[in-house]
């Protein structure tokens, strides 16, 4: 039997001892690391039509881990040169109030979640200084909306003040690993998408 409360312990010490082990090893890196973690509570009751009371109660822990100047030497203030830096972004959440009844009669109901949000590597300044790659999972804001893929950004920055910018990705859906939906595109839903499950975000 799924120990709701036990699981949820575990991984919130998961998620303190991952921050004390990053923090432990900044002396050991040239690298600059910085670590937030955020617990959040909600609790709420929806009334149904029967009479009965939909109890929820939220718990969610955010961890959020960045990394800069990874490149040797790039700390230096006078460092003029391609620069490395890593980002991830997890989330973890629970609702004390389901119970094992309601977890097998709702399908798709997770009593506790886990979601990648952003988990990416970005290489700036490359080519003397026209060229930026990142790769891994972003969260791309344009013209086009907001999305969430995994895949890679390029950007090349041309002598004539032009910037061409390319990106290659699968979209990022509740189904996916480690997945959510709030980013999904617009006018799809989880289900039934044929033609799109299988091809790229662009």
């Known amino acids: 039997m799924f120990d709701l409360r036990c699981e949820l312990t575990r991984a919130i010490l998961l998620v303190s001892l991952l921050s004390i082990l990053t923090v432990k090893q900044r002396s050991a ?18 009334p ?5 009371r939909l109890h929820r109660r939220r718990v969610v822990e955010d961890l959020r881990l960045s990394v800069w100047n990874v490149l040797p030497g ?23 109030a389901i119970g094992s009844a309601e977890d097998a009669s709702v399908p798709g109901l997770e009593p506790l979640g886990a979601q990648a949000l952003t988990a990416k590597i970005d290489a700036v300044g490359f080519l003397r200084d026209t060229l930026d790659v990142s790769a891994g999972r972003q969260i791309r ?14 950007r090349l920055r ?16 509740g189904s996916s690993l480690w997945g959510f939906d709030a980013l999904e595109l617009d006018g799809t839903d989880g289900t039934g998408r044929r033609g799109v499950d299988d091809g790229e975000a662009a």
């Open 29 to 46: 890196l040239a690298s600059d690391v910085y670590v937030t973690s955020s617990l959040s509570a909600q609790g709420y009751s929806v």
């Open 141 to 154: 804001v344009d013209s086009l909306g907001f999305y969430a893929f995994d895949g890679a950004l390029m």
């Open 74 to 96: 790039s700390d230096d203030p006078y460092y003029d040169g391609p620069r490395v830096s890593a980002e991830l972004a997890l989330r973890l959440d629970t609702d004390l």
């Open 48 to 52: 149904l039509r029967d009479g009965r």
């Open 158 to 173: 041309l002598p004539v003040s032009v910037e061409l910018s390319s990106y290659v990705g699968y979209e990022v859906r």
